[in-house]
Structures are given as structure tokens and as C-alpha cells.
RNA sequence: GCCACCUUAGCUCAGUUGGUUAGAGCAUCUGUUUUGUAAACAGAGGGUCGUCGGUUCGAAUCCGACAGGUGGCUCCA
């Protein structure tokens, strides 16, 4: 197994590299960056000046790529001394390769480890000092790479060119963009066709997709981009999850509170948001006073105000605010999408205000709680210990970060947590436990998140005053078990493929009449009045269609629960239920009793259980 | 914001190298039908082809700008 892996990798790599043959064939002069072996496949940089590829040259570069397959070269491995490689850069007219070579050569072991393992990494030879890089060669083309390779062009296994997208060279965007193209590859064709497969079948349970098809939300060009309206459906998704999120938390002694939308841009330049994301605030001009205004982005300064407002005992800790609120944000046009990025964006948002003490148990309860939460939403998270790193853009103390950091992990490791830890993924103020969901096509988002913070406190002066009657300075946790309910949203959509469990449908029982007949209308309104009575969300589908079209049309919008009544079952007064298929029915009687029926369902959505117990 | 691509009816999509009144299925409405567990039948309405500008005798089709979207990059409190 192994050993296939590391074949599938060499002949990812080598796939790139034949990948940046044809293109240099094909468009001679163009200039090479890196090309990694990425998960499924592989991409190149490319610089290719004037010229633009576009995804219409796929066809002629696959064509290229396969000749130099069927050529079935060597792909031979050498190495150079580091100043004979960058001699080799400039002659070749690769000053992106050389400028590799200079910062490897430059840099040494140290460093270079430091650096992004796609970019420098990939030429730096292994385990030997860096005084020496390694070369392959297939034919007339030599590329600057750490290998390995397979063992000539013909051995590379099957391949496709999926897309065409701008990078930043060494992303960073003051620098010049190349072209990165990115090919998708696997062993044998099989292995490809169920890849690509695999991402058609994960197309259909996309979230814009199934938002439109089960009427959940929409975007509106007269309303503006990235901001989501909520149609009644998709408003039952959004006020099911956030009630069973602050449930969770008033629990364990949360308290709500209520801020208003717009505030004063002062209170950011005390937080220290304005000098960092003031470019990305809403401005709302006053027409009454000189102020000036912004929509709020975020809800943590509000909160130090209320806790500000009276004077606190040590006694009166841990502070504890929820707040399930809407913040806007000015994101840039290209980094919106769907629900997961948005300008209007809920937060099921909460701070605890607690001593040094407190930490700990604090910490716990809220990890607790996101853990109970994403068991019943039945996802696995992987958990990210976000760093800061070293750059320049965090506030507050160095030695506070360091305990702050060291007690996130000791959280995480006490709540048995699997995690990974990242550096540069620090909010400004502090760092952060991130739980990372995975959407349908694999990339991951943050959902959940918890963040300690030592900043803002400082910089609101909050205080406490102790049991020796001294000022002590509290400290703030943040805290979000959806995060934005809109992201969340886009990835649980995706992930149940809008098969709702019974507590968060939209609709959960649909009642289909045989026929119009009064007797049956009656009937349908009857049972649909102690279904609501019982709480439960029910519709009637009285429509002069075939009971068949209507069967269709509930199982179309997914609903979990549809009952067929006409005259059987005004007779009898019992029902046979249809029972969505991914629910797991324990086997029981296939038909019962309506109110028997209306109050098991009920049951299993005050649990908010995935089983059914009919 | 940057790179590539996309935009035809409410939805999914046809529309040949620029050439009459732009088509289909579903949905909607009307009529017939009163229906038993995944699509009854018939008819009708619905589009200045994303917007604006240009080329042309003529533009859904070619060019440009803008808007919206998709996939990436950058960013993500």
C-alpha cells in the first residue's frame, strides 16, 4: 500500500513535470515556478507572458503530454552544486527558479523548513545539505526538482487536465501572477473515471444547488452579491440550529444579550479591528450628526461594553453573553461564494469575561458543547490549533501568546480532541481552536470555533476587583458553535444532501388527500391540526394531481414524513406512513394509529435523533 | 482585488459557419379527470437571449465595458 502511494506521488510529480515539457514546447520562453504533487493530482506555475492560456488549450497540451508519454524517455536524475544550478537558472531564462535557488542558497536548512513545503521544498534535495539541488532530465527538457520520479515518461498512469487559475508566485499578491494549471491523475483510467464520477456525484448535493431546488434561500441582484435572503423553509434551518446552539450554551449559564447593528467607528480603533479590517467596514454616513458610523463586523467590542457597564466583583465571574446576531463585512467581490462567504453573515456568538482560574473549566464547557452539537448533526470535524506566526500582525504580549497557545492545547488534548496545529491562523487578538467541515468536494471550512484573548481586555481596560480588593484584569474567551450560521449552513447541506433529520426539516410530515372530496379535506385538516398542536411542521397537498405526482413531488423536496389519507384511512383512523429512505426505521407496525403516529415523530424531533421510532 | 471561464423562459438546457415571427422538458395558469404510494390528458401564457455600447445591410451568435456567477489565488475579526 505504501509502496503505491509513493508511486502515485512519483507519478503525480512526474506528470507535472511533463505537464511544464509540452507547455515549454508548445510556447517556448514561458517561465516555470513549482509544480507539486497536490491531493488527487498535481498542478505548475507558469508564467507565460503575453501569452494566455486558457482551459480551450487543454486539448493540444494533453495531445503534447501524450507524445512525450508514448517517447517513453528516461527521466534521469542528477544533481548540481547550488551555484551551477543558479548559473543554469539564468541561462535558461528561469528567474523565478533562480530566485529559488538564491533564497535556498541564501536561507539554508533552517529556514527552508520553514518555508511552504509546495514551493521551496519541492527543489530541495532530501536530507542533504542544500549546497546541492537535484535536476531531472527527460529528453531535452532538465526541470529543477526533488523528485522522485517514476523511471521514464511512459509510466505515469492516468491523467486529465482539470482547470486553469491565477496564483500569486509564492502567494503574495504584491507579486506576479502566473497560471496554475492543475491536472487531476490516478493509476489506472478506472481509478480517474471514478474520481471524476465521485466529483459529479458531489455536484448534485452542492448547497446553491440544493438551496434552489428545496427553496431554501436565494440571491438577488437588486439586493446586492453575497448578501442571502432566507425563504420560509430555509428560515426554519437557520432558527432550528442557532436555538439548538444557544440551548446548549444557556446550559452552562450563558446569558442573551441584544446590540445594535450600526455603531461607531471608535469603537473599533479602541479594538483594534479598524486599523486592521478598516478597509473591509461598511461606512454609514450620519445625516443628523458628525459621526461616523460602520455596520458591525464582528460583536466582541459590544460585548466588553455590557460587561463594562457595571462594576464587576471576582464574584461575579465567569460573565457569560450570547448573542446570535448578524455582522457585516465588506468582503472583496472574488471572495464570496455561495453561503459560505458572505457580507451578511449570523454569528451564534458568545464571550465568557472570567479570572485566570477559570480558564480552564470554561474552556471545557464550550468544547463540550461543540462537541454535543456536531454529534448530533452527526459531522466529524478536525480541529485546528490555530498560531500566530511571526509576522507582525498580532497584538498584545508575546509571553501572553505563548500561554495562551500552550493552554489552547492543553484544552485540546485534555477533551481528547484529534487535532493539527497551523501557524498564521491566529485571529489578531489571540489564538484559536478552528473545527474544520469538509463541503462536498473536499475543501474544508471553519465552523465552530473557541479563541482566548488577552488583547481586547487590555485595550477596553477591563477589570475586576479581586478578593484583596485589588483591580485585576479579566479575560475573554470567544466562542461560536456554528460560527456563521451561513457557512454552517452551506456545509450541512452538503453533507446530509438535504435529507434533513426530522428536527431540522423544513417540513416534516406532508399529508397527501386521495381526492377532494369534502370527507377527505376534512380528514387531511384534522390530522393536520394535531400534528401542529403536537408542534410539528405539516403540510397539506391537496392538489388534483395522482396520489403518484404527489408522492413524487414529497419525495422531491425531501421530506421525511408523507402520509397518503383517504378512504382506508378515514375508516380505520390509521395511517401508513412513508418514511424518507436514509431514515432508519426500527422494525414495527406499518401502520398505526394517527395520533400515535404525530407523537412519535414528535418525539424524535424534541430529541433531535436521526432514527426513527415508528 | 487578481487570473481563467460562464450568463438564452421561474428551473434544466437546445439554438448549425452572423440571416425571417428564438425552441424543448419541467414548473405556472385553464379545462377534462377524482386519482391509493416516484410524473394523468389537452390547451394557454411566459424570453428586447445579463446590461450598456460598438462592428455589420443584418447580432443570442463577433468586439469592448460593466454587473452577476463558477473554479482558483490573495484575504477571512
Known amino acids: 500500500m505504501a509502496q503505491n502511494q509513493d508511486n502515485l506521488h512519483a507519478m503525480r510529480h512526474s506528470l507535472a513535470h511533463i505537464m511544464a515539457t509540452a507547455v515549454t514546447r508548445l510556447w517556448p520562453g514561458v517561465k516555470l515556478g513549482v509544480g507539486p504533487v497536490v491531493e488527487h493530482g498535481f498542478y505548475y506555475d507558469i508564467d507565460a507572458g503575453d501569452v494566455t492560456i486558457s482551459e480551450d488549450d487543454f486539448e493540444k497540451i494533453e495531445a503534447e503530454m501524450q507524445n512525450i508519454i508514448k517517447e517513453g524517455k528516461q527521466f534521469v536524475r542528477s544533481t548540481k552544486p547550488i551555484d551551477e544550478a543558479i548559473a543554469w537558472a539564468q541561462e535558461s531564462g528561469q528567474p523565478y527558479k533562480e530566485e529559488l535557488l538564491n533564497d535556498l542558497k541564501r536561507a539554508g536548512t533552517t529556514v527552508a523548513k520553514d518555508l511552504d513545503a509546495d514551493e521551496l521544498g519541492t527543489i530541495t534535495d532530501g536530507d542533504s545539505a542544500l549546497d546541492e539541488v537535484s535536476f531531472y532530465t527527460n529528453g531535452d527538457f532538465a526541470d529543477l526538482c526533488r523528485g522522485p520520479h517514476v523511471e521514464s515518461t511512459n509510466k505515469v498512469g492516468a491523467f486529465k487536465l482539470m482547470r486553469i487559475a491565477g496564483a500569486y508566485w509564492r502567494g503574495n499578491e504584491k507579486n506576479a501572477q502566473m497560471q496554475r494549471l492543475y491536472g487531476v491523475a490516478f493509476d489506472s483510467p478506472k481509478e480517474l473515471r471514478k474520481h471524476l464520477e465521485m466529483l459529479e456525484e458531489a455536484k448534485k448535493r452542492d448547497h446553491r444547488k440544493l438551496g434552489q431546488e428545496l427553496d431554501l434561500f436565494l440571491?438577488?441582484?437588486?439586493?446586492?452579491?453575497g448578501l442571502p435572503m432566507f425563504t420560509p423553509r430555509g428560515t426554519v434551518l437557520r432558527e432550528e440550529l442557532s436555538r439548538y446552539s444557544n440551548e446548549l450554551r444557556e446550559r452552562s449559564g450563558f446569558e442573551k444579550v441584544w446590540t445594535p447593528n450600526i455603531t461607531k467607528k471608535e469603537l473599533y480603533e479602541a479594538s483594534g479591528h479598524w486599523s486592521k479590517f478598516g478597509?473591509?467596514?461598511?461606512?454609514?454616513?450620519?445625516?443628523?450628526?458628525?459621526?461616523d458610523?460602520?455596520?458591525?463586523?464582528?460583536?466582541?467590542?459590544?460585548?466588553t461594553r455590557i460587561f463594562a457597564f457595571q462594576p464587576k466583583s471576582y464574584r461575579d465571574l465567569p460573565v457569560r453573553y450570547l448573542e446570535t446576531t448578524t455582522d457585516y463585512r465588506d468582503e472583496k467581490s472574488g471572495e464570496l461564494g455561495g453561503l459560505n462567504r458572505v457580507r451578511a453573515l449570523t454569528q451564534d456568538d458568545s464571550h465568557v469575561f472570567c479570572r485566570e482560574d477559570q480558564i480552564e473549566q470554561e474552556m471545557d464547557g464550550l468544547l463540550a458543547a461543540a462537541g454535543d452539537l456536531y454529534k448530533t448533526v452527526d459531522m466529524n470535524l478536525k480541529v485546528r490549533l490555530s498560531y500566530?506566526?511571526?509576522?507582525?500582525?498580532?497584538?498584545?504580549?508575546?509571553?501572553?501568546?505563548?500561554?495562551?497557545?500552550?493552554?489552547?492545547?492543553?484544552?485540546?488534548?485534555?477533551?481528547?480532541?484529534?487535532?493539527?496545529?497551523e501557524e498564521?491562523?491566529?485571529?489578531?487578538?489571540?489564538?484559536?481552536?478552528?473545527?474544520?467541515?469538509?463541503?462536498?468536494?473536499?475543501?474544508?471550512?471553519?465552523?465552530?470555533?473557541?479563541?482566548?484573548?488577552?488583547?481586547?481586555?487590555?485595550?477596553?481596560?477591563?477589570?475586576?476587583?479581586?478578593?484583596?480588593?485589588?483591580?485585576?484584569?479579566?479575560?475573554?474567551?470567544?466562542?461560536?458553535?456554528?460560527?456563521?450560521?451561513?457557512?454552517?449552513?452551506?456545509?450541512?447541506?452538503?453533507h446530509t444532501a438535504g435529507k434533513f433529520p426530522v428536527w431540522v426539516a423544513p417540513e416534516q410530515v406532508r399529508i397527501i388527500t386521495v381526492n377532494q372530496e369534502d370527507e377527505t379535506v376534512a380528514f387531511a385538516d384534522s390530522v393536520a391540526a394535531q400534528a401542529k398542536e403536537l408542534g410539528l411542521r405539516v403540510t397539506i397537498d391537496n392538489a388534483n394531481e395522482s396520489v403518484g405526482k404527489k408522492i413524487r413531488n414529497a419525495e422531491v423536496m425531501k421530506v421525511p414524513y408523507t402520509l397518503v389519507l383517504g378512504e382506508k384511512e378515514i375508516e380505520s383512523g390509521e395511517v401508513t406512513p412513508r418514511v424518507r429512505k436514509d431514515i432508519e426505521v426500527q422494525p414495527s407496525h406499518a401502520h398505526q394509529k394517527v395520533e400515535d403516529f404525530l407523537r412519535s415523530v414528535s418525539n424524535e424531533a424534541k430529541s433531535r435523533t436521526t432514527k426513527s421510532s415508528l
Open 219 to 225: 440571491f438577488s441582484d437588486l439586493v446586492g452579491s
Open 279 to 291: 478597509d473591509e467596514l461598511f461606512l454609514v454616513k450620519s445625516q443628523e450628526s458628525s459621526d
Open 293 to 303: 458610523f460602520v455596520l458591525k463586523p464582528m460583536n466582541c467590542p459590544h460585548h
Open 388 to 421: 500566530r506566526d511571526a509576522s507582525d500582525g498580532y497584538l498584545g504580549d508575546e509571553s501572553l501568546w505563548n500561554k495562551a497557545q500552550s493552554q489552547l492545547k492543553a484544552a485540546v488534548l485534555k477533551n481528547g480532541l484529534d487535532y493539527f496545529e
Open 424 to 494: 498564521g491562523e491566529a485571529a489578531f487578538y489571540g489564538p484559536k481552536i478552528d473545527f474544520m467541515a469538509t463541503d462536498a468536494i473536499g475543501r474544508e471550512h471553519q465552523v465552530a470555533t473557541v479563541q482566548l484573548d488577552f488583547v481586547q481586555p487590555e485595550r477596553f481596560e477591563l477589570e475586576y476587583v479581586g478578593e484583596d480588593g485589588s483591580v485585576q484584569r479579566p479575560i475573554m474567551i470567544h466562542c461560536a458553535l456554528l460560527g456563521s450560521i451561513e457557512r454552517f449552513l452551506s456545509v450541512y447541506i452538503e
